[in-house]
């Protein structure tokens, strides 16, 4: 488990920006180190933002992205191209933009794609396990899983004394999400926390609230974005409005 970290950033624009320049960097990285790399992608207005500014930049280039692995950490359980899905969201600003393998490519299966959700899940969590080194845990290697926040302090599809919270397998449906759509797939927390480095991305003051109480040490099942961390490396990327109520010992890190 690692200690958490902050970055700040003047306003949303150079927080997606930032964001996108340092994912550059991890996947270049890891290349470097093991040959390929794996992201958990999230979903969102800042996370949109983000690919669009990786798409943008001349350095996206460096990364062979025929060795990336593109998984997802939670979905709306919506039919194939439902522009509410995250996979579809993500495909329009970035993934279609770069040479990323297909096959390398996992999205969480869609409402159409003939299971209910607890069956898609298992689906998922099959995939997941396939995708491992043998001999290892039924997990592939993350080296970098971002996660929005919630005004509620949810990230993925755990949301606040949500039962998904006490899920232990890797990946679970949702039903009755307090936001819509109300069914849902995502990773457990016990998933999510296996990632070497867990980036945390909010930007805006209806953030401020939620993340001020998840640095200052709230209850995972009152926020469980306080219960997330990377084996490696936790890092918080807020812009000004969101980081408005970090705890001062937080301050000097910014």
């Known amino acids: 488990m690692s200690e958490?970290?902050?970055?700040?950033h003047a306003d949303?624009?150079?927080?997606?920006?930032a964001v996108a320049a340092r994912l550059v960097v991890r996947l270049l990285d890891a290349q470097a180190a093991r040959g390929q790399a794996s992201v958990v992608l999230t979903g969102g207005r800042i996370a949109a933002a983000v690919y669009r500014a990786v798409?943008?930049?001349?350095?996206?280039?460096?990364?062979?992205?025929?060795?990336?692995?593109?998984?997802?950490?939670?979905?709306?359980?919506?039919?194939?191209?439902?522009?509410?899905?995250?996979?579809?969201?993500?495909?329009?600003?970035?993934?279609?933009?770069?040479?990323?393998?297909?096959?390398?490519?996992?999205?969480?299966?869609?409402?159409?794609?003939?299971?209910?959700?607890?069956?898609?899940?298992?689906?998922?969590?099959?995939?997941?396990?396939?995708a491992a080194r043998p001999g290892t845990a039924a997990l592939p290697h993350f080296d970098v899983l971002m996660l929005g926040v919630g005004e509620d302090g949810h990230v993925a599809s755990v949301f606040p004394e949500h039962p998904v919270h006490y899920e232990n397998r890797p990946v679970s449906a949702v039903r009755g999400s307090p936001k819509p759509p109300p069914v849902r797939i995502t990773l457990t927390l016990p998933t999510i926390n296996t990632a070497e480095e867990v980036w945390l991305v909010a930007g805006g003051a209806d953030k401020a609230h939620a993340v001020g109480m998840a640095l200052a040490g709230a209850g995972p099942v009152q926020i469980p974005a306080a219960g997330?961390?990377?084996?490696?490396r936790t890092l918080w990327l807020l812009d000004r409005a969101a980081a408005a109520s970090v705890p001062a010992r937080f301050r000097s890190l910014r």
Request: net charge negative.
């Open 12 to 17: 949303a624009d150079l927080l997606a920006q």
């Open 4 to 8: 958490a970290s902050v970055a700040v």
């Open 55 to 130: 798409a943008a930049l001349p350095a996206r280039d460096a990364v062979d992205w025929s060795r990336v692995d593109v998984w997802w950490g939670d979905e709306r359980f919506l039919p194939a191209g439902d522009p509410e899905r995250n996979e579809t969201q993500a495909r329009a600003a970035l993934l279609d933009a770069v040479p990323v393998d297909p096959d390398r490519i996992h999205p969480m299966p869609a409402s159409d794609g003939g299971a209910d959700p607890e069956e898609a899940a298992a689906r998922y969590a099959a995939e997941l396990a396939r």
């Open 228 to 232: 997330v961390h990377g084996t490696g």
